[in-house]
Structure formats: C-alpha cells, structure tokens
C-alpha cells in the first residue's frame, strides 16, 4: 500500500509538469497545488500498520484510475511530438516589435542607394525577424542586415515574390535562405517530398549554396540535395530516390539545390519530383540566361507547383529585358528591391588599379613584384589571400606553375578539371593551405571565398561584365578590397578600353594613361542578359577621330 501511495504521488508530479507545459501563467498555482499534495504523501509514507489496514479499497480504486488517466495523456503527447520532429526542436519565435522611424528608415535607404517597388519597412535588426530564435542564432556573428537582406525579408517572410537587384557579395544568400527555412520550419514535412528548389548557375555556385542551406536547417532536422553537372550522376540519383521513398514519412531532405542542365536531365530520368515546390528561387537569374539556360528554367518551372501555389524569388546583379519577361511569367505581383544601380556597377568598396603594358612579356616580372609587397613571406594569412584571373586554360596553368617555381602556395582553378580537383582546389585557397588561386572566369562570379584581399586581372576578360564580377571577389560582406588590372591593348582588350575606362571613372579611379594610349568610345552593345547600354559622356582624348559602330 506503501508502493501504491507513491505511484499516486508520481502521478500528481507527472500531472503539475504537464499542466505547466500547457498553460504557464497558472505556473505557481500548480508549484503550489504540487509541494501540498507531496507534504501529504510525505506524512503517508510512514504509516503504522494498523493504519495501512484501515485505507479504504475504493480509494486506492479510485487514485489507480487517476494515474492511468495521467499516464494515457501524457503518452498522447509523445506520440504527437513525434509525429512532428522538427516543431519539437524548434523554439518560439520572439517577436520584436519593428519601431523603426520614418526618419530611420529614409536615411538607411538613401544611405544604401535602395528602391523598394512597392514601398518595403526594412529590418535594421536581427532582433526584429520573426524567427524562430534558434534560426536567428547563426546571424548573431554579423552587426546587422545587410541592405538587401533588410529589404528582402518583409516580404519573402509574408510569402510575397521578391525581384532582388544588387551587386555580388551583397549577401543575398541568406535574403533566400532565412525566408526558406523559416517555411520550412512552419510547415510540418510534407508528404510531396522535396518543397525547396534553388536554381544557380553553376556548379560551385550550388554546392556554396547547399552547404549553406545545409548548416541553417541542421539544428532543424532538415537537409539539403546538391546536383550539378561535371560529377557523377549515380550518387545524386541515389541521394533523391531515398528522398522519394520517404514520402509521406519523416522526410528530412526537402531542398533541391542545383545547376538547370543536370535538374532538367535528373527529371527525364523520373528520380528529380518536383511537384510540391511551393517555394522556388533563380539565384544570378541573369547568369543563367545568359548562359542560354532560358528554356531549361521555363521548363523546370512547369514541373512545380502553379504561381499561384508557389513563391518565387529572384535574385539578379542586373534588371534588363530578359529577366522582367521571366519575371512577368513566373511571378505574382513582385516587390523589386533594388540596391545600386539597375545596370551593372562595379562593388564601391574595391579600390581599382590599371596598369598599361606596351609588352606583355612584362606581366610576369610586375605579377611577381606585387606578390613580394602583398604576400612578402610567400605565407598563407586570412588577410593576405589573392585571386589571380587569366584568360584561359593554358594561361593559367602556366602562370600557376610560374608562382609554384617562386614557392608560393599556389591552388589552380579551371574548366578542364575533375569536379574533386576543383573543390580541393576551392577549400584549400578557402581554408588557408593555399595563398594564391589562379582561376580562369569559371570563379569569377557566384563564388563566396572568404577573406580574399586582393585581385589581380593577369589578362582584361572579354566582357566588361565579366572584370566587374572579378573584382567583386573581393570586398565582400561589407568588407574593403582592391583589384590591380594589367591591360595591354590586346585585339579584345582594345575594343573595350571605354567601358573600362567607364567603370573607373565611376568608381572614383580616372586612369590618364588608359584614357591617352586607347579610343574611349562604347558601342552599343545588345546583350541577352544584360541588356542594351552605351555611353558618350566619356571625354575623347585629343587627336582621336575614328568612331567605333
């Protein structure tokens, strides 16, 4: 009888835990209802025997069905914890009121250069994300939200399309991923699978953007798929077959991030479903068209659930022609947030330096001279890290080789590699082990390599748009670089000394020299991705009459 009055006490214990789980306010009602009924078991638990005899049956009866009562609810609860994983590990989103003023939020958007269509009340802080906290833990390590990222998130978090216009290394990545997640997060797994589709241009790109996705779902439960061309299929095909047997269970992957070529051919093969994707996103959207990848997205698109039924965001440097019909297609009534300019602008924090050659057989000796300066112990350091461009294949292995002769820790990056050597050669420039990575322009756009200080153009790339990506390798997360660019006049380099020269005149860094030597006309230009642009406001130098069409 002993035995069976602590069981009732248990029973009373197990009873105040779940009460207060329910409804806290009534927290001290029940811390006190608890300590009563213990005192009492406790003057129970030592009993003569004659007392012991004397305990009615009924009311042993009637404290045994009590228990049991107490013991089926609390299993229900557990079988409904269970049911849903990823709500059990998630706390409470802490909502902070947004009391950001009129006047606060006029100087954040002048300050930053931003548009917002239709107007956007941007969150200056963490704090005022309605977030789960244990989503919100891994932004802790940045000051504030950069400007994208503040505009972005109002209406990605209400599950309105957003058009997101800025330049690289803006950090645009969480813009998608904290809105993603948080989507996730609110919806227990769904019996479609996969929900999440990132599209990027390149393969590099998707696996920097899956593992990003991959660390904020981890503390969640959820993970991530990556497929992209140049790596084997056999291992993707098997990554989303587990994701399409799981369905209607405990689905844990429900993010398909990837290349347009390899999703497209993943779905012919009946392995890629995309039929719950209500949340879909065109990272470096004009990348991707200009790559020729239009058809392959219109059809992928098709795959996934209706736009009325899905929400799409898109993330652009540049805002031309091609981007606005995708949009107007694929889009519901989208905010634009636009920060900078619409047309393609060089990252205002790099600090930019023309060299000019008469001989270009002098690059190697002035490449050398300014590695003594910037690396002068030839050591790895994190801020001491530099990209060095070339034009093609063969020109960067050989100026790899060169800087391999000069004992300086040297990664090599290019197209004709093997998927593996490239990402070694990505995570040891990333981590350190290398301190000078010599890349043709497949690095040259999408890629977040930390820390990089200083980019060096061995040879002019053979679009503008190109040494603008470049240079945006460095300077990124609010950070301030610098870029030194050798220029020799070459057929292709000649042709677009203007648009160079344009670029640096607006970022504040006028080259005399440049401007002497070179035509500084533009042509127009029509370009699939970026668009029609010339300019005419560049003084000609004198002497000068031939005009270019």
């Known amino acids: 009888m002993v035995t069976l009055i602590k069981k009732a006490k248990h029973a009373d214990v197990e009873e105040s ?51 049991k009562r107490k013991r089926d609810e609390a299993s229900n609860e557990n079988v409904e914890a269970s049911e849903h994983p990823v709500e059990k590990k998630t706390k409470k989103a802490t909502k902070v009121e947004n009391t950001t003023t009129e006047s606060e939020i006029t100087t954040f958007l002048t300050t930053n250069n931003i548009t917002c269509t239709p107007s956007v009340t941007p969150y200056l802080t963490f704090a005022q994300l309605p977030i789960p906290d244990n989503l919100r833990a891994p932004l802790t390590q940045f000051p504030a939200p950069t400007p994208i990222q503040a505009c972005a998130w109002p ?7 957003v058009v997101g216009i800025a330049e690289t290394g803006s950090g645009k990545t969480f813009a998608f991923g904290i809105p993603a997640l948080a989507k996730l997060i609110s919806n227990p797994p769904s019996k479609d699978g996969v929900t999440t589709l990132v599209m990027a241009p390149t393969r590099e790109l998707a696996m920097q953007t899956h593992d990003a996705l991959e660390e904020l779902g981890k503390p969640f439960g959820i993970g991530s798929v990556a497929v992209y061309g140049g790596a084997p299929k056999e291992a993707q095909i098997k990554m989303l077959r587990n994701v399409m047997r799981s369905k209607g269970n405990k689905v844990t992957t429900r993010i398909v991030v990837g290349t347009p070529g390899r999703i497209l051919d993943l779905i012919g093969e009946g392995v890629c479903e995309l039929g719950g994707v209500d949340y879909l996103v065109l990272d470096e959207a004009d990348r991707m068209l200009d790559q020729g990848f239009e058809n392959a997205i219109r059809q992928i698109i098709s ?108 990664s090599e990056l290019h ?27 497949v690095a040259a756009r999408g890629l977040d390599i930390p820390d990089v200080g200083v980019v060096i153009n061995y040879t002019f790339p053979l679009k503008i748009e190109d040494y603008v990506h470049r240079i945006g390798r460095t300077g990124r997360g609010g950070r301030t670089g610098k870029s030194i660019t050798f220029f020799t006049g070459a057929a292709h380099e000649k042709s677009l000394a203007g648009e160079f020269a344009r670029v640096l005149r607006e970022g504040g860094y006028d080259n005399e020299e440049l401007r002497s030597k070179f035509p500084m006309t533009i042509k127009k230009k029509e370009h699939s991705a970026y668009g029609a642009f010339f300019r005419d406001d560049i003084e000609m130098p004198v002497g000068r009459k031939k005009i270019v069409f």
């Not at 003057?43 to 012991?52: I, R, V």
């Open 17 to 67: 835990q779940l009460t207060e789980a329910v409804d806290t306010s009534s927290k001290d009602g029940i811390k006190s209802k608890k300590e009563k009924k213990q005192k009492e078991s406790k003057s129970s638990e030592e009993p003569s025997p004659d007392q012991t005899e004397t305990v009615d049956s009924s009311s042993a009866d009637k404290k045994e069905k009590k228990k």
């Open 155 to 161: 209406p990605a978090l209400e599950g309105r399309d």
């Open 303 to 410: 795959y996934t659930k209706k736009n009325e039924e899905r929400q799409t965001m898109m993330f652009s440097a540049t805002w031309p022609e091609s981007i606005r019909r995708l949009a107007s297609t694929f889009q519901r009534d989208p905010v634009r947030v636009t920060v900078g300019s619409e047309d393609l602008t060089a990252n205002s924090r790099v600090e930019q330096s023309a060299e000019v050659f008469d001989d270009e057989r002098s690059k190697d000796t002035r490449l050398l001279k300014h590695l003594r300066i910037i690396l002068p112990n030839k050591m790895a350091g994190a801020t001491h890290r530099v990209l060095v461009f070339a034009l093609y294949k063969p020109e960067a292995s050989r100026v790899a080789a060169l800087l391999k002769r000069e004992k300086y820790r040297v």
């Open 415 to 441: 197209g004709d590699m093997k998927q593996p050597a490239r990402t070694a050669a990505l995570e040891d420039f990333k981590t350190g082990r290398s301190n000078v990575l010599v890349a043709t322009d």
